[in-house]
């Protein structure tokens, strides 16, 4: 009778152990919500404005850099020119996407070289390594014989076309198009690269005028070369996060950036290459120096209006996939802004409002009767597969920009994201 009394007790033991143990594993999963573990610094990129790019005296620059290796516990932005702080972007990722973009505006002002340059900081501290572009300021505008260069930031206004035009007017580096005339490849021959590959092999064509790169980074600079808007080129590899193509060139190759493209063949199949080491910029001394508050504009009639938003690659998101988001706004006012203003977009999940990704974009002051695109805004949404989500865009958000009113300053776009993750 005792060891039957023991044998039962040992089996209770076991079996309230296993349940401990399952219960355990069912803690760990929580449908919907895989999320990867992201460890090391941030990564930033300066998509705009191009290294060396001209700009005229009191032109609005527009700033646009992407973040990488981001995640929830990013704190905050820092922009500097020449050293000082100009603006500090709070808590920047609530959804804590694996990467997202950040714009701001700075007025052009000074004549003569200036160091524009973008820091991510974790909440614990750490920081990613600045990003540092240099750009020009002139007083006036350059010759007619130069190539034009850009003096609108990603804000450039539509303009009608006059035929065979040698640049796009709208930019966005994170499309890597170029600012100037970009130098020639260093084993160039005479002869520009072939207009099409050959059927046989996957070719990609542009969509606008890019740069050529030495590897897959805007820190391989300056470009050893330029494509043309409609151009295609063998497709040769991808990078290792799949955002730049190596491409035949000449008689050598170069890597250009792969959202301005429109590939053959699903860029999966593509081998991938990481390329060569990517140039260590020097970063700039930092200052801690006080912004000092803008001053808030008189009243105004101006009224800005959120008009078209084309999303590339077109709707539904994919799950993991970047997309380019490009907006119209006008002022249908009837005097001019004359501010710098910004455009916010959030990704939430319907069914209860969860913010799943952020992006901002900024454009600068809008004449009455005017209408400006703002390009290079990007967007990643990575949780909730499968449900329906909304994109909610919109204008001017805060009111920072003196208007008669904001009931037309937002947009709200629903889909079901799709993929997997």
Same mark, same amino acid.
């Given at each position: ?140 505008? #350059?010759? !007619?014989? %130069? ?7 990603? @804000? =450039?206004? &539509?303009? $009608?076309? *006059?035929? /065979? ?115 260590? #910029?020097? !970063?700039? %001394? ?7 508050? @803008? =001053?808030? &504009?008189? $009243?105004? *009639?101006? /009224? ?118």
């Amino acid at each position: 009778m005792h060891n039957t009394r023991s044998g039962r007790s040992i089996t209770l033991l076991l079996m309230v152990l296993l349940a401990g143990v399952i219960s355990g594993c069912n803690l760990a999963s929580t449908p919907g919500q895989d999320t990867a573990i992201i460890s090391g610094p941030p990564t930033v990129q300066i998509a705009t404005p191009l290294a060396n790019a001209t700009y005229l005296t009191n032109v609005a620059v527009n700033i646009q850099a992407l973040i990488g290796n981001a995640g929830a516990d990013i704190d905050r932005i820092e922009i500097l020119v020449d050293g000082t702080i100009i603006e500090t972007l709070p808590t920047p990722n609530p959804g804590g996407a694996p990467s997202f973009s950040i714009a701001q505006s700075w007025q052009a002002a000074g004549e003569g070289q200036h160091t524009i340059s973008v820091t991510a900081f974790r909440a614990d501290g750490s920081s990613s390594a600045p990003a540092s572009v240099t750009i020009n300021v002139i007083t006036e505008q #350059p010759s !007619p014989t %130069t190539a034009p260069t850009q003096t609108t930031g990603s @804000t =450039a206004q &539509p303009t $009608a076309s *006059t035929g /065979n035009t040698a640049r796009p007017t709208t930019r966005s580096d994170g499309g890597d198009t170029p600012a100037t005339d970009a130098p020639a490849p260093t084993n160039a021959e005479p002869a520009a690269p072939a207009a099409s590959a050959t059927p046989s092999a996957p070719y990609t064509t542009t969509t606008q005028g890019i740069n050529v790169r030495k590897g897959p980074n805007i820190l391989f600079d300056p470009p050893i070369g330029s494509l043309a808007a409609n151009q295609s080129v063998e497709l040769l590899a991808r990078s290792t996060d799949g955002q730049w193509f190596k491409v035949k060139y000449y008689n050598g190759s170069g890597w250009v950036f792969a959202a301005f493209t429109t590939p053959s063949v699903d860029p999966s199949t593509l081998t991938v290459d990481p390329g060569p080491p990517v140039p260590t #910029p020097v !970063p700039p %001394t930092p200052t801690l120096v006080p912004v000092v508050p @803008t =001053a808030v &504009p008189a $009243a105004t *009639t101006a /009224n800005l209006v959120i008009g078209n938003v084309n999303i590339s690659p077109a709707m539904p998101i994919a799950c993991g996939k970047t997309v380019e988001i490009a907006i119209d706004v006008a002022n249908l006012g009837g005097q001019p802004t004359t501010t710098n203003g910004s455009i916010s977009i959030r990704d939430v999940r319907t069914s209860d409002g969860t913010e799943t990704a952020s992006t901002t974009g900024a454009f600068g002051p809008i004449n009455n009767g005017q209408t400006v695109n703002i390009r290079g805004i990007f967007l990643t949404v990575t949780t909730y597969v499968g449900e329906d989500h909304k994109l909610i865009i919109t204008v001017n958000p805060g009111g920072a920009v003196p208007e008669t009113g904001s009931g037309d300053n937002t947009r709200e776009i629903a889909y079901n994201l799709q993929g997997g993750c």
